[in-house]
């Protein structure tokens, strides 16, 4: 998804969370061009730590961790990946 999208995107996800309600994400990083493994080819499609902080900053519990493991879903997304999580709850 494109930074154009991505805020709008993001407002909608917190608007559509109760109170108390649970938002688990995962997407590619930006490390993942490196790896070639599936996901956005773009840069800017990726997301960062700080990209996730701001998009849902004012969550009661954010938690946000980057990592790389191997994803297996596929012939286009398979192999070690730059991941990045997201937990939080409104």
């Known amino acids: 998804m494109g930074p154009s999208l991505r805020d709008e995107v993001f407002a909608g996800i917190r608007r559509a969370l109760r109170p108390g309600g649970l938002?688990?994400?995962?997407?590619?990083?930006?490390?993942?061009?490196?790896?070639?493994?599936?996901?956005?080819?773009?840069l800017e499609n990726l997301y960062t730590p700080a990209m996730l902080e701001a998009g849902f900053a004012g969550m009661a519990s954010l938690q946000i961790?980057?990592?790389?493991?191997?994803?297996?879903?596929?012939?286009?997304?398979s192999g070690l990946s730059a991941l990045v999580d997201l937990a939080a709850i409104k």
């Open 23 to 42: 938002l688990l994400l995962e997407g590619y990083g930006q490390a993942q061009l490196r790896h070639g493994t599936g996901g956005p080819k773009v």
């Open 65 to 77: 961790r980057e990592y790389e493991a191997v994803v297996e879903e596929g012939a286009g997304h």
